[in-house]
């Protein structure tokens, strides 16, 4: 089936740095999503992403993340600079449209562990 | 508050038992629903959905769900596992007003033992 891929699937960076989480979403798909899930808790929803707007965000995407996909190309997130709150594991998401019945298409995830 | 909860974090059956996961859900109105499963080192793949009409619905590999509006459950369920099932199983659930926020239980990690 369409494949989601994330790249890294883990990166370790120091407290303060910027790090970029790359993803590559289904080719034909517009709507572009990213999920945190904190060790042993719920996944939970960041933000979503269509022609190059955020169109709903959620509490836990701080000032300190954005996104975008430049040219088509990957799907990022980045978060600058980051804390140690935001060791998770990120997941990228991307779907066809936007309505509640549609299928969204998950990338195995990045795990990032700030120090 | 809309919310999915999945009350079982760990579930071990042995291989060709029947299985049930567990999934209550709260929302106002009746929500798409959705069971997802992640095998290790994957990504969440959808095992089915349910959003309206025959409150049975048939996912892949056998597996189907039951949607209860009575008591607000999405109930997974397999008549025979077998070892490769072994993964985490995630329930989640949308608004039916176009709201792009899937809403995702704790998950539960099935352990088929041979």
């Known amino acids: 089936g369409p494949k989601v891929l994330q790249i890294p699937s883990h990166q370790i960076i120091d407290m303060g740095q910027m790090v970029t989480l790359n993803c590559d979403p289904v080719?034909?798909?517009?709507?572009f999503y990213w999920y945190k899930q904190i060790l042993g808790q719920q996944m939970e929803f960041l933000v979503n992403?269509?022609?190059?707007?955020?169109?709903?965000k959620s509490k836990l995407f701080k000032d300190q993340f954005s996104v975008e996909r430049p040219d088509g190309s990957y799907f990022t997130l980045k978060i600058q600079p980051t804390a140690l709150e935001d060791s998770a594991v990120y997941f990228c998401a991307s779907s066809l449209g936007l309505a509640s019945a549609e299928t969204l298409y998950f990338g195995s995830g990045t795990r990032l562990t700030v120090l | 508050a809309q919310s999915v909860t999945q009350p079982d974090a760990r579930v071990t059956v042995s291989e060709g038992a029947s299985l049930q996961l567990r999934c209550k859900y709260s929302?106002?109105?009746?929500?798409?629903l959705f069971w997802y499963v992640q095998y290790q080192r994957q990504g969440l793949q959808l095992l089915l959905k349910?959003?309206?009409?025959?409150?049975v619905v048939q996912g892949v590999n056998g597996f189907e769900a039951e949607f209860s509006k009575s008591d607000s459950s999405f109930h997974l369920r397999k008549a025979s596992v077998h070892w490769s099932d072994s993964a985490v199983y995630f329930c989640a659930a949308r608004g039916q007003g176009g709201s792009a926020k899937l809403i995702f239980g704790e998950g539960t990690k099935l352990t088929v033992s041979s």
């Open positions: 992403f269509y022609n190059g707007k955020v169109m709903e």
């Open positions: 080719s034909n798909h517009l709507y």
């Open positions: 349910y959003y309206s009409g025959d409150p």
């Open positions: 929302y106002s109105g009746t929500p798409y």
